[in-house]
């Protein structure tokens, strides 16, 4: 049972988490003229490092190794690599070519397609407040849609891998530095290969643009873990009815540093495509606290 005091340390652990995550397009807008495919190559490769030396400072070795002995988890978590390799590189990729609102857009709509995943893979069953909640992002979708002149792929690939990777994670149950760890680890060759190819081919950017690109470069790896530790030290202090709260900080904070900062072009339709979509996510969030009150009084009653 979690104190008072241990729950409002949760909650700042999450808070920082999600600040984090919200502040990323000023960071990895800060490593162009790097390529989105290099910055993602040096992510993997830093965070390998950092999420080994993770493994050892905490002595989670004999669990890491079992998840190689273990051929289903393996594998559940070879997919699991696929995927936030493919979230990290559209992420990055949406960021640097101007497009952080979409990309907010697709954390916007990741609870709502968590929820999908988990009608289509898993047999759950909606309840009919949830599924208001869907056809009126479905009808925000289709407005953005006719906005920006076709789907809105970058926030859907994000949603969907994102929520995809989750699911795996779920399926896997392993351990947050544990599971990055072999994630990362079976990605690195691959991103050490690419590395090296630019290097060779003098297409690299690590180190000639300056020490403090580079520096900043190598810090993809801490970028990386500093979050995921702080929102795994919040997931075991506070009740998952406030995290679930806590992730809308990120995207909010993502749409303002692309509306605000990058000054990315918003026309009124796509306003109203995006006023729709909050819409749906208050209805979807209401239904979600008012049913999780419930569960609680059934089972004090």
């Known amino acids: 049972m979690t104190t008072r005091s241990s729950t409002q340390q949760g909650l700042i652990y999450g808070f920082a988490a999600y600040l984090i995550w919200g502040l990323f397009p000023l960071y990895w807008a800060l490593l162009q003229p790097a390529s989105a495919l290099e910055i993602l190559a040096h992510r993997i490769a830093w965070s390998v490092l950092v999420m080994g030396f993770l493994l050892v400072a905490t002595r989670r070795i004999p669990q890491f190794k079992a998840i190689w002995a273990d051929r289903r988890t393996s594998m559940i978590l070879a997919v699991a690599a696929a995927l936030v390799a493919v979230n990290w590189g559209t992420y990055i990729w949406g960021v640097n070519n101007g497009r952080v609102v979409e990309t907010a857009l697709g954390y916007f709509i990741n609870p709502l397609v968590n929820v999908l ?68 680890s079976l990605l690195a060759p691959l991103a050490w290969g690419y590395l090296l190819y630019l290097g060779l081919s003098a297409q690299m950017s690590f180190g000639a643009h300056g020490s403090t690109h580079a520096v900043l470069l190598a810090s993809t790896g801490l970028a990386t873990a500093i979050p995921l ?55 979807f969030t209401i239904e979600a606290l008012n049913h999780h009150r419930r569960m609680l009084t059934a089972v004090v009653a």
Not at 240 to 254: D, F, H, N, T
Not at 255 to 265: A, D, K, N, R
Request: net charge positive.
């Open 117 to 184: 995943m988990g009608v289509f893979l898993l047999g759950e069953r909606l309840r009919r407040v949830q599924w208001l909640a869907v056809g009126v992002a479905f009808v925000a979708v289709l407005i953005l849609t006719w906005d920006y002149g076709h789907p809105p792929w970058v926030a859907l690939v994000l949603a969907f891998s994102f929520a995809l990777y989750g699911l795996a994670k779920k399926k896997a149950a392993v351990e947050a530095i544990e599971s990055l760890t072999f994630e990362t």
């Open 229 to 283: 530790l702080l929102f795994g030290a919040a997931a075991i202090r506070v009740p998952l009815s406030s995290l679930g709260l806590l992730q809308y900080l990120a995207p909010v904070i993502q749409f303002l540093i692309g509306l605000v900062t990058f000054h990315e072009p918003m026309s009124h339709l796509r306003w109203i495509g995006f006023i729709v979509l909050w819409v749906a996510l208050v209805i």
